[in-house]
Protein backbone atom coordinates (compact mmCIF):
# COMPACT_ATOMS: atom_id res chain seq x y z
CA UNK A 1 0.00 0.00 0.00
CA UNK A 2 3.00 2.53 0.66
CA UNK A 3 5.13 3.87 -1.91
CA UNK A 4 8.60 2.90 -2.27
CA UNK A 5 11.50 5.22 -0.06
CA UNK A 6 11.89 7.79 -2.48
CA UNK A 7 8.83 8.05 -4.14
CA UNK A 8 6.39 11.04 -4.09
CA UNK A 9 3.12 9.22 -2.12
CA UNK A 10 0.37 11.91 -4.19
CA UNK A 11 1.64 11.09 -7.88
CA UNK A 12 1.34 7.72 -8.51
CA UNK A 13 0.75 8.26 -12.34
CA UNK A 14 4.58 9.88 -12.67
CA UNK A 15 6.91 7.80 -14.13
CA UNK A 16 9.82 6.52 -12.83
CA UNK A 17 12.47 9.04 -12.61
CA UNK A 18 10.12 11.49 -12.85
CA UNK A 19 9.87 14.87 -10.68
CA UNK A 20 6.93 15.38 -9.08
CA UNK A 21 4.48 18.60 -9.24
CA UNK A 22 4.39 18.76 -5.31
CA UNK A 23 7.31 17.65 -4.10
CA UNK A 24 10.51 20.38 -4.65
CA UNK A 25 13.44 18.37 -5.82
CA UNK A 26 11.74 15.75 -7.21
CA UNK A 27 10.92 12.79 -5.83
CA UNK A 28 11.11 13.50 -2.58
CA UNK A 29 9.54 15.85 -0.52
CA UNK A 30 11.99 18.70 0.79
CA UNK A 31 12.00 20.17 4.20
CA UNK A 32 13.89 23.47 4.46
CA UNK A 33 16.83 21.86 2.56
CA UNK A 34 16.49 18.33 4.05
CA UNK A 35 14.63 15.18 3.09
CA UNK A 36 12.43 13.94 5.83
CA UNK A 37 11.75 10.06 6.22
CA UNK A 38 8.46 8.65 7.12
CA UNK A 39 8.60 7.16 10.55
CA UNK A 40 6.13 4.15 12.02
CA UNK A 41 3.74 5.42 14.62
CA UNK A 42 0.26 4.84 15.46
CA UNK A 43 -0.99 6.42 12.06
CA UNK A 44 0.26 4.31 9.71
CA UNK A 45 -2.83 2.53 8.70
CA UNK A 46 -6.53 3.03 9.51
CA UNK A 47 -9.40 0.58 9.31
CA UNK A 48 -13.06 2.92 8.68
CA UNK A 49 -16.00 1.89 8.45
CA UNK A 50 -19.34 2.97 6.91
CA UNK A 51 -21.44 0.95 8.96
CA UNK A 52 -25.53 0.32 7.57
CA UNK A 53 -26.71 0.24 11.13
CA UNK A 54 -25.47 2.75 14.10
CA UNK A 55 -22.12 0.54 15.60
CA UNK A 56 -21.79 -0.76 18.86
CA UNK A 57 -18.17 -0.16 20.08
CA UNK A 58 -18.64 -2.74 23.23
CA UNK A 59 -14.98 -4.08 23.07
CA UNK A 60 -13.72 -3.08 20.08
CA UNK A 61 -11.18 -0.96 22.08
CA UNK A 62 -9.91 -3.29 23.92
CA UNK A 63 -9.34 -5.79 21.02
CA UNK A 64 -7.61 -2.37 19.02
CA UNK A 65 -5.46 -1.84 22.07
CA UNK A 66 -4.22 -5.42 22.43
CA UNK A 67 -3.08 -5.19 18.83
CA UNK A 68 -1.25 -1.87 20.07
CA UNK A 69 -3.91 0.28 17.99
CA UNK A 70 -6.55 2.89 19.13
CA UNK A 71 -10.02 2.61 18.70
CA UNK A 72 -10.95 6.23 17.66
CA UNK A 73 -14.50 6.39 17.07
CA UNK A 74 -17.55 3.79 16.93
CA UNK A 75 -20.71 5.53 17.05
CA UNK A 76 -23.95 6.86 15.12
CA UNK A 77 -22.87 10.00 12.54
CA UNK A 78 -23.20 13.32 14.03
CA UNK A 79 -23.56 15.75 10.86
CA UNK A 80 -23.50 15.48 7.23
CA UNK A 81 -22.95 17.52 3.89
CA UNK A 82 -22.88 17.03 0.27
CA UNK A 83 -23.77 13.69 0.13
CA UNK A 84 -22.76 14.12 -3.74
CA UNK A 85 -21.11 10.76 -3.78
CA UNK A 86 -22.95 8.49 -2.09
CA UNK A 87 -25.62 8.07 1.05
CA UNK A 88 -24.62 9.06 4.37
CA UNK A 89 -24.09 5.73 6.73
CA UNK A 90 -25.69 5.42 9.44
CA UNK A 91 -22.62 4.98 11.92
CA UNK A 92 -18.75 4.92 11.13
CA UNK A 93 -15.90 3.25 13.26
CA UNK A 94 -12.63 4.42 13.14
CA UNK A 95 -9.10 2.87 14.73
CA UNK A 96 -5.63 2.83 13.64
CA UNK A 97 -2.39 0.86 14.31
CA UNK A 98 1.05 0.65 13.49
CA UNK A 99 1.19 -1.77 11.16
CA UNK A 100 -0.76 -3.43 8.52
CA UNK A 101 -0.94 -6.94 9.93
CA UNK A 102 -2.16 -5.29 13.34
CA UNK A 103 -4.86 -3.33 11.44
CA UNK A 104 -5.86 -6.67 9.49
CA UNK A 105 -5.72 -9.18 12.84
CA UNK A 106 -8.16 -6.57 14.30
CA UNK A 107 -10.73 -6.17 11.85
CA UNK A 108 -10.82 -10.11 11.28
CA UNK A 109 -11.16 -10.54 14.99
CA UNK A 110 -14.30 -7.71 15.04
CA UNK A 111 -15.59 -9.01 12.02
CA UNK A 112 -19.00 -10.28 13.15
CA UNK A 113 -19.75 -6.69 15.17
CA UNK A 114 -19.50 -4.75 11.65
CA UNK A 115 -21.71 -4.02 8.55
CA UNK A 116 -21.34 -1.84 5.77
CA UNK A 117 -18.24 -0.94 3.71
CA UNK A 118 -14.60 -1.34 5.47
CA UNK A 119 -11.54 0.17 4.28
CA UNK A 120 -8.16 -0.11 4.91
CA UNK A 121 -6.20 2.87 4.52
CA UNK A 122 -2.32 4.21 4.56
CA UNK A 123 -2.43 7.72 6.84
CA UNK A 124 -0.50 10.96 7.04
CA UNK A 125 2.58 10.49 8.75
CA UNK A 126 5.14 12.75 7.18
CA UNK A 127 5.01 16.74 7.66
CA UNK A 128 2.21 18.60 5.07
CA UNK A 129 3.09 21.13 2.42
CA UNK A 130 2.58 24.47 3.91
CA UNK A 131 3.37 27.61 1.64
CA UNK A 132 6.49 29.26 2.29
CA UNK A 133 4.73 32.51 2.70
CA UNK A 134 3.05 31.03 6.12
CA UNK A 135 6.35 28.96 7.17
CA UNK A 136 6.82 31.19 9.75
CA UNK A 137 3.55 30.89 11.77
CA UNK A 138 3.61 26.83 11.59
CA UNK A 139 4.07 25.31 14.82
CA UNK A 140 6.86 22.97 15.61
CA UNK A 141 4.59 19.44 15.57
CA UNK A 142 3.37 20.21 12.36
CA UNK A 143 7.12 20.74 11.41
CA UNK A 144 8.09 17.26 12.69
CA UNK A 145 4.69 16.05 11.61
CA UNK A 146 3.26 14.78 14.85
CA UNK A 147 -0.75 14.72 15.62
CA UNK A 148 -1.44 16.28 18.72
CA UNK A 149 -4.25 14.83 20.74
CA UNK A 150 -5.84 17.26 21.61
CA UNK A 151 -7.20 17.94 17.94
CA UNK A 152 -9.41 14.54 17.99
CA UNK A 153 -11.92 15.10 18.56
CA UNK A 154 -14.47 15.36 16.01
CA UNK A 155 -13.52 12.94 12.72
CA UNK A 156 -15.18 14.39 9.40
CA UNK A 157 -14.51 11.19 6.63
CA UNK A 158 -14.87 12.36 3.13
CA UNK A 159 -15.88 9.42 0.39
CA UNK A 160 -14.92 10.72 -2.87
CA UNK A 161 -15.92 10.37 -6.43
CA UNK A 162 -12.79 11.87 -8.45
CA UNK A 163 -13.83 13.42 -11.85
CA UNK A 164 -10.37 15.34 -12.80
CA UNK A 165 -7.88 13.43 -11.19
CA UNK A 166 -4.59 15.53 -11.97
CA UNK A 167 -6.85 18.46 -10.33
CA UNK A 168 -7.68 16.31 -7.04
CA UNK A 169 -4.02 15.25 -6.81
CA UNK A 170 -3.19 18.42 -6.59
CA UNK A 171 -5.84 19.63 -4.00
CA UNK A 172 -5.00 16.33 -1.93
CA UNK A 173 -1.86 17.78 -1.57
CA UNK A 174 -2.09 21.25 -0.78
CA UNK A 175 -5.24 21.96 1.52
CA UNK A 176 -4.13 20.22 4.04
CA UNK A 177 -2.00 23.35 5.61
CA UNK A 178 -5.07 25.15 6.05
CA UNK A 179 -6.62 22.39 8.18
CA UNK A 180 -3.67 22.87 10.33
CA UNK A 181 -3.59 26.27 10.22
CA UNK A 182 -7.40 26.59 11.79
CA UNK A 183 -6.99 23.87 14.50
CA UNK A 184 -7.42 20.44 13.14
CA UNK A 185 -5.40 17.46 12.00
CA UNK A 186 -5.62 15.65 8.12
CA UNK A 187 -5.36 11.91 9.47
CA UNK A 188 -5.89 10.15 5.93
CA UNK A 189 -4.64 12.22 3.18
CA UNK A 190 -6.97 10.91 0.28
CA UNK A 191 -5.98 9.21 -3.16
CA UNK A 192 -5.51 6.22 -4.49
CA UNK A 193 -3.62 3.37 -3.98
CA UNK A 194 -3.65 4.01 -0.67
CA UNK A 195 -6.56 1.81 0.68
CA UNK A 196 -8.10 -1.25 0.33
CA UNK A 197 -11.68 -2.83 0.76
CA UNK A 198 -11.48 -5.27 3.57
CA UNK A 199 -15.47 -5.85 3.22
CA UNK A 200 -18.75 -4.44 1.35
CA UNK A 201 -17.83 -1.92 -1.22
CA UNK A 202 -17.80 -0.45 -3.80
CA UNK A 203 -14.97 1.53 -2.84
CA UNK A 204 -14.60 5.11 -3.11
CA UNK A 205 -11.90 6.86 -5.76
CA UNK A 206 -10.19 8.36 -2.64
CA UNK A 207 -11.12 8.60 0.94
CA UNK A 208 -9.79 11.78 3.16
CA UNK A 209 -10.14 11.69 7.14
CA UNK A 210 -9.59 14.99 9.48
CA UNK A 211 -9.46 15.51 12.63
CA UNK A 212 -11.19 18.54 14.86
CA UNK A 213 -11.70 19.89 18.10
CA UNK A 214 -14.69 20.50 17.56
CA UNK A 215 -17.56 21.35 15.16
CA UNK A 216 -17.19 24.92 15.55
CA UNK A 217 -13.63 25.22 14.50
CA UNK A 218 -14.39 22.94 11.73
CA UNK A 219 -17.16 24.96 10.39
CA UNK A 220 -14.81 27.91 10.37
CA UNK A 221 -12.64 26.49 8.88
CA UNK A 222 -15.20 25.27 6.14
CA UNK A 223 -16.13 28.49 5.52
CA UNK A 224 -13.42 30.40 5.67
CA UNK A 225 -11.28 32.51 3.49
CA UNK A 226 -8.16 30.38 3.39
CA UNK A 227 -9.89 27.42 2.62
CA UNK A 228 -12.57 28.40 0.20
CA UNK A 229 -10.08 28.30 -3.25
CA UNK A 230 -9.58 24.93 -2.12
CA UNK A 231 -12.69 24.08 -1.83
CA UNK A 232 -13.42 25.17 -4.86
CA UNK A 233 -10.90 23.54 -6.99
CA UNK A 234 -12.39 20.04 -4.99
CA UNK A 235 -15.61 21.02 -6.02
CA UNK A 236 -14.68 21.14 -9.49
CA UNK A 237 -12.32 18.10 -9.27
CA UNK A 238 -14.49 15.75 -7.29
CA UNK A 239 -18.07 14.94 -5.95
CA UNK A 240 -17.93 13.96 -2.55
CA UNK A 241 -20.10 12.55 0.70
CA UNK A 242 -18.90 14.45 3.62
CA UNK A 243 -19.86 12.54 7.43
CA UNK A 244 -18.84 13.25 11.21
CA UNK A 245 -18.50 10.92 14.21
CA UNK A 246 -17.27 12.61 17.50
CA UNK A 247 -14.47 10.52 18.89
CA UNK A 248 -14.89 7.87 21.52
CA UNK A 249 -13.70 10.40 24.29
CA UNK A 250 -16.64 12.59 24.13
CA UNK A 251 -19.43 9.83 23.92
CA UNK A 252 -21.90 10.52 26.86
Known amino acids: MRPLPGHCPVAPAAG ?6 ACPGGGRAQW ?13 YLVITWAD ?51 RSWFDAVLGKLDGTTLLAAGATAPVWWPPEKESERPEWSRRGELPAG ?12 TDPPQFFDYSVHYRWTVEYAGGLVLVPGPKPYQQVLRGGPAPHAMALMAWPDEQTRHAWYHGSLYRPYRDQRHQASRTSNVSVRALSLHP
Do not use: H
Not at 16 to 21: M, V
Not at 62 to 77: I, K, M, P
Open 151 to 162: RLGLFVNVWVEI
Open 32 to 44: KGETYQEVARLNE
Open 53 to 103: SVPVGDGLAEVARDRDGQLLAAGAVYDTSELDSRPAPAGLVIARFNTEEAA
Open 16 to 21: AGAGCY
